[in-house]
């Protein structure tokens, strides 16, 4: 047997050991760094004994057993077998520290370190060369593999590979790590089966060793005795005879002891067979029990998964159900919070509202104190000019009760207080008004100059005197229509032959046409005008004095158009 030690191994090692003492092989074990570290160099080691030398079997241990199968791929024709323990398939790649970084690092300086067990070496770019080359060879011959489930340095799935890809391997899978001391007791065995029994003796040899061992015993018996049978005695003959039956009961016996051993021999095969079948069944029974309790615990832990799984699903469960209840309480704040803001925003709402309020009620009581102020000012300012109005010529006021002042066109409330503050009250005092007078009371007034000509007071004043006179007559005096009253009107200037006079038809409501109010209509019956035929007629010339008469601002009739709203109202 020719043995191929591993990388840090010895020809001296643990397994050749086994080999030379407890199974009695012949065993060849050649240092296989004699050539160098590479896997080329290693296998150049085993192809040079092959070649000088005579093997049946080569065993290989580690990277010896790459080795062996690298010199089996290169030589098809020996008549070998291979036992190959726990063989480092697959060397380039798993090398340690095959990372790129050292594979470059490693073939840029051409050289690596390794340090191992017992080994402090250093490893050219070559090793790595030939390992990338010859990782992967296939042996030629039938092969025996034998790998730990838990080796450390070779994964055992290599050589799973090997025996999945090669029909000439059988791989054996121990529970044993890679330098297999727990498995060197199935070395014989496996070997055994590989070499197809040749450890044990067959029963044709023992056969041949009987049968020679008896004719040597013959010869023996010959020579002791030396017969002669040359001569006619029958003493010799008889003493021959019996010599030869002696010789006959010794093959005899020879013959029983050797059907004997055959018959051991086949007892041994039977016990072998039996044994064999024991074993296998006991194997049989081992995976079987393995197989159940592999499947116990697959259970075991599919159920564990089941119950985690459940456990896993509960606590989703039970975070999505919290997350729907923080949802909803979140979408009811949210609700909350929502009305809450509405409600404050229409309080903002009221309360900005308010405070506009407020401020504008502030703003109109500080501005109505302001303009009530600035009237007291005013109004002292005008008393303070009583001396610029010529009395004598209009009166001092002495009734009881003043005039609303404000129906004359251009008085308004506070231009009455002015007037009531210098001291006119009554429609008899404007009325007495000359337009020197006139110009006073509108200096004293602070109005714009000739104001009170143009709106012609006094002439207005008039006209409410006569007002008041005709409410103060019957109602009969407001109709008549007789020349004297609308002369003291000033209706002279009226076209009455255009216009035509009221008589005795009735009076339609004047306040229908738009400038014409009652206060208005009532002047316009004293002058004479209580239908819509009447104004219907009027020319530019006859509304100018009617305009007049009526103490309207200048064209006010006319710009109105009391003609033809008139006419309007009459269709």
């Known amino acids: 047997m020719l043995f191929a030690h591993g990388f840090e191994g010895s020809p001296t090692g643990s397994k050749p050991t086994y080999m030379k003492e407890a199974l009695g092989w012949k065993v060849t074990a050649p240092k296989m760094s004699e050539l160098g570290w590479s896997i080329a160099s290693q296998t150049d080691v085993l192809i040079k004994h092959l070649d000088e030398g005579e093997y ?9 057993g790459l080795a062996a199968a690298n010199a089996s791929s290169m030589r098809p024709s020996e008549d070998i077998r291979l036992l190959l323990i726990a063989p480092a398939f697959g060397l380039a790649e798993n090398w340690e520290g095959m990372e790129e970084t050292g594979r470059s690092a490693w073939k ?97 040899e023992e056969k041949v060793e009987v049968q020679e061992e008896v004719s040597q015993e013959v010869s023996d018996a010959g020579d002791e005795h030396n017969l002669e049978v040359d001569g006619d005695s029958e003493e010799d003959i008889e003493q021959l005879e019996a010599e030869m039956k002696k010789l006959e009961a010794q093959m005899a016996k020879k013959k029983e002891k050797l059907e004997a051993s055959k018959k051991e021999a086949r007892l041994e ?24 309790q592999q499947a116990e615990q697959e259970v075991e832990r599919a159920r564990a998964e089941a119950e985690e799984a459940n456990k896993k699903a509960e606590a989703e469960e039970a975070e999505a159900e919290e997350a729907r209840l923080i949802a909803e309480m979140e979408e009811e704040e949210a609700k909350e919070a929502k009305a809450d803001a509405a ?47 010529d009395w004598k010529k209009i009166g001092e006021f002495g009734g009881s009760s003043s005039d609303d002042l404000t129906l004359i066109n251009g008085i308004d409330e506070f231009t009455q207080k002015k007037l009531n503050s210098l001291g006119v009250f009554s429609y008899e005092q404007l009325s007495r008004m000359d337009s020197t007078t006139a110009k006073n009371v509108n200096d004293a007034l602070e109005m714009l100059p000739g104001k009170v000509i143009e ?14 006179g005709v409410d103060k007559a019957s109602s009969s005096l407001i109709e008549d229509e007789s020349d004297e009253v609308f002369a003291d009107l000033s209706a002279a200037q009226i076209k009455w032959a255009q216009i035509g006079k009221a008589g005795d038809r009735k009076s339609d409501d004047l306040t229908q046409i738009k400038g014409v109010d009652a206060e208005t209509q009532k002047k316009l019956k004293v002058l004479g005008i209580r239908t819509y035929d009447q104004l219907s007629r009027m020319d530019t010339e006859t509304a100018e004095a009617v305009n007049g008469a009526l103490g309207m601002m200048p064209g006010r009739v006319s710009k109105m158009m009391w003609a033809q709203q008139a006419k309007a109202l009459m269709d």
């Open 455 to 468: 709106m012609d007071w006094t002439k207005q004043a008039i006209t409410m005197l006569e007002l008041k």
């Open 343 to 389: 409600a404050a925003k229409r309080k903002l709402a009221d309360a900005i509202l308010k405070a506009e309020i407020a401020g504008k009620d502030v703003q109109g009581i500080t501005s109505e104190a302001e303009d009530e102020k600035r009237e007291l000012l005013i109004l002292e300012r005008v008393g303070k000019r009583r001396d610029s109005i």
């Open 56 to 64: 049946d079997l080569v065993v290989g241990s580690s990277m010896g």
């Open 108 to 204: 840029t300086t051409g050289e690596r370190r390794y340090t191992g067990f017992e080994l402090d070496i250093v490893l050219p770019w070559e090793f790595m060369e030939s390992a990338e080359r010859m990782s992967w060879p296939i042996p030629a011959h039938p092969t025996s593999i034998m790998h730990g489930r838990f080796d450390e340095v070779v994964p055992i799935s290599y050589s799973r590979k090997v025996n999945e890809s090669c029909k000439n391997v059988t791989l054996y899978e121990t529970d044993d790590g890679h330098r297999m001391k727990d498995s060197l007791s199935l070395i014989q065995e496996i070997a055994s089966e590989l070499m197809g029994g040749f450890v044990s003796k067959s029963n044709e």
């Open 269 to 292: 095969e039977l016990a072998l067979e039996k044994e064999e079948e024991e074993i296998e069944r006991e194997l049989e029974s081992m995976e079987a029990s393995e197989a159940v």
